[in-house]
């Protein structure tokens, strides 16, 4: 991409309430678009997920693959469906083969309490909540996926990290720790791990002693991860980014978006160092889709997450500024008494997309 052309979008809305979610943020993103000069997107549709395998017999065609290889970013709504499954009874999930095919090592989770949503904490509130949890996302004990070994006395599965991979992590998590502190965070990196049970996290606590020279802005500290969990849900305002293992992101993530009021407000990225998919926390929520109840305020934070990455990546402010823009005109929307349906108010996706739009402009 040069600087007057415009960032080609992937667009894979999927199943469920994916397309229902999708079609505001690309709203958001074309209403940014006649608004900031110097920013254009082209947006390329593509398929993916339960509704292409039942009609076809992949997750997704080879067509979409190239796609996403040559765009500058994924846009993914949610795929897979209960009733449509692998003949082995697993569920069709492309948003998982593009980890793999793309190596998108980091899964990065933003819990952000947006001003006036509800959340379970007691002072959160007041305090607020605004920390990023980055889940290692290609090894750690999902290296066993597939692998296990089980008999009739006993069943193994062997968690794995490498210092390549650990390297990596650590010096993108301790970078995104330095960029927040631009924006006035506090620039703190806590890595969670079960160093006090299992060498492989002590190992690791090396890695990040020797990795964080490079950073010397950004202030470190190591977590049980036991302890993170009381913590988070004590006190979830003193994190700012906290990295970890595959398995302890997988849990720690959900319990982050647990604090901030529900899935339907949870945005995420997994990105690699070339490529990056965007899309909401939650799933396809088949109890919901086509009644018009989902809440896109997820999609339309992923899609800001987007525009902060090209930013960073292409060095475009306008991009950057855009993301910023979008999570203000979130919050502006929620202040003005903005309820979603998940939440037990009567504001569904076109009067919470509306509601947006409107502070957005
Ligand atoms: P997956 O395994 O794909 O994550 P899941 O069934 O575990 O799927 P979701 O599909 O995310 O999880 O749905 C979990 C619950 O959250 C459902 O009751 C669903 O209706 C609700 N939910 C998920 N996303 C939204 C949303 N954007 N707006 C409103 N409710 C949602």
């Not at 209960?82 to 492309?94: A, H």
């Not at 990065?108 to 509800?118: E, S, T």
């Not at 989902?294 to 855009?322: F, R």
Request: net charge negative.
């Amino acid at each position: 991409m040069s600087a007057n052309d415009a960032f080609h979008i992937a667009v894979l809305p999927g199943d469920g309430i994916g397309p229902e979610v999708m079609a505001p943020a690309l709203d958001v993103l074309r209403r940014i678009e006649a608004t900031t000069p110097g920013l254009k997107f082209r947006f390329t549709e593509a398929a993916a997920g339960a509704g292409h395998y039942k009609e076809t017999g992949k997750s997704m065609p080879d067509s979409t693959i190239k796609l996403c290889e040559e765009a500058d970013a994924i846009l993914l709504g949610a795929c897979g469906l209960p009733s449509v499954r692998y003949p082995d009874n697993t569920e069709i999930m492309p948003q998982v083969e593009l980890r793999f095919i793309f190596d998108l090592y980091a899964g990065v989770r933003p819990a952000r309490l947006v001003p006036g949503v509800p959340s379970p904490i007691v002072g959160a509130a007041e305090r607020g909540i605004d920390f990023v949890l980055i889940r290692e996302s290609t090894e750690g004990l999902f290296a066993s996926m597939g692998k296990g070994v089980t008999t009739h006395e006993e069943a193994r599965e062997t968690l794995v990290v490498t210092r390549d991979k650990t390297e990596r992590l650590f010096d993108f998590s301790l970078r995104l720790a330095q960029r927040r502190k631009k924006r006035g965070k506090p620039g703190r990196l806590t890595l969670v791990d079960k160093a006090n049970v299992f060498k492989a996290f002590n190992w690791q606590r090396d890695i990040l002693n020797e990795r964080k020279p490079k950073f010397p802005d950004v202030k470190t500290d190591m977590l049980y991860v036991d302890a993170c969990a009381a913590m988070m849900v004590r006190r979830p305002w003193d994190f700012d980014v906290m990295v970890m293992e595959n398995m302890f992101g997988d849990i720690l993530s959900d319990l982050a978006a647990g604090l901030i009021g529900g899935l339907g407000l949870a945005p995420s990225a997994d990105m690699g160092d070339k490529h990056a998919v965007f899309q909401p926390c939650h799933g396809t929520a088949p109890d919901i889709m086509g009644q018009g109840k989902a809440n896109p305020t997820a999609m339309i934070l992923s899609a800001a997450m987007m525009l902060d990455w090209l930013g960073d990546k292409h060095d475009h402010p306008a991009a950057a500024d855009a993301s910023q823009r979008i999570e203000r005109a979130v919050d502006a929307a929620y202040a003005s008494g903005l309820k979603p349906m998940e939440l037990g108010g009567n504001h569904g996706t076109e009067a919470i997309a509306t509601a947006v739009l409107k502070a957005l402009n």
